[in-house]
């Protein structure tokens, strides 16, 4: 069983335990989506450092549909926030290329630009990023490497969809941004559309190992193999040369 208080208390503790090792005086800088886990994390980081200590980045890629969640999150924890549209920047980089981009590489640029834009208002602001990555979208890959999946350090990593949505209501957060349907503002699809299966069906299997379906859970593993590399630091070639500082 998961013991969302529990949990909440110990994140909320190691938030202020790595501040106090990697910034004492530092502020927390989350990129608001308007979903539940950019939501869970600033209000968790709220708890541990108080208000004055979070900063809300709003991104939007030209028009945002759902804007109006980021705006209702950082008005509900009063915290300080910027809004920066990263359309310029975007489209400053596609049509630089001098050929045709992937369709991968257009999805992946504005998570990319994002999180760049996330690193000058912390080094503006004496902070550090908040990565808002879950267990479950990290078992399947479904972030993007260098972009929303970068970051200082990773309240939610080891929590997947259902538990941060317990700790969600935990914290008080308005229902609408807890239980909002998650869309990855990409390519326009919810992500379960795209996943082929339900954060429920996943989240459970990770849990208990039980699946229903033999196709899906195929499915499920194939997507965890070929995405495992975004979690590791990248391969480093060693010399095995010594060193003698220490």
């Known amino acids: 069983m998961f013991d969302a208080q529990k949990v909440k208390d110990e994140c909320v503790n190691w938030i202020r335990e790595f ?10 800088v989350v990129g608001i989506s ?10 968790l980081c709220v708890e541990a ?6 900063i809300g980045v709003l991104m939007p890629n030209g028009e ?7 705006e209702l999150l950082v008005k509900h924890l009063d915290i300080k926030h910027y809004v920066i549209n990263v359309k310029d920047a975007v489209d400053g980089i596609k049509n630089a290329m001098p050929f045709e981009l992937s369709a991968q590489s257009v999805t992946n640029i504005p998570p990319r630009i994002r999180m760049a834009t996330l690193y000058a208002v912390s080094q503006s602001h004496n902070g550090r990023v908040a990565n808002t990555c879950n267990l479950s979208e990290d078992w399947v890959g479904y972030s993007t490497r260098y972009g929303d999946n970068a970051g200082d350090f ?4 080891h929590l997947t969809v259902q538990e941060v949505k317990q700790i969600g209501t935990l914290l008080g957060l308005p229902d609408v941004l807890v239980n909002k349907v998650p869309i990855d503002g990409l390519c326009g699809k919810t992500d379960e ?5 339900t954060y429920a069906v996943l989240d459970r299997y990770i849990r208990t190992g ?3 379906s033999t196709e899906t859970k195929e499915r499920i593993d194939r ?10 630091y990248m391969p480093c070639f060693n010399p095995n040369i010594e060193t003698k500082a220490e």
């Open 19 to 28: 501040f106090d090792k990697n910034g004492r005086d530092c502020n927390a």
């Open 34 to 43: 308007g979903g539940k886990d950019s939501s869970v994390v600033a209000a």
């Open 49 to 54: 450092l108080g208000k004055d200590r979070v």
């Open 64 to 70: 945002q549909a759902d804007i109006d969640m980021a």
């Open 154 to 157: 990773s309240p939610c990593s």
């Open 193 to 197: 559309d795209n996943l082929g299966f």
């Open 210 to 212: 039980e699946i229903d």
């Open 223 to 232: 997507l965890h193999k070929i995405n495992k590399f975004k979690l590791e």
